[in-house]
């Protein structure tokens, strides 16, 4: 996770993920990255946006990709 900034009680962060899809002997594997937007509230952390961006020129050969948040 990499801190890009903080304003206040707002703090903006990234994270790196992947994503392994096993099916029928077939491996896929989808890269990308998270953007949080963090607010503190009662002396806690909490998400107040997630963004998934994935990182692929083209989803072929993935085909459809269905992503649970």
Known sequence: ????????????VTANFVV???RVEQVDTYVGRYEYTLVR????????RRRA???????????KVSILL
């Open 1 to 12: 996770m990499r801190i890009l900034g903080a304003d206040g009680d707002t703090i903006r």
């Open 41 to 48: 509230r009662d002396g806690a952390l909490r998400i107040q």
């Open 20 to 22: 392994y899809r096993m």
């Open 53 to 63: 961006i994935l990182d692929l020129e083209a989803l072929r050969p993935h085909g």
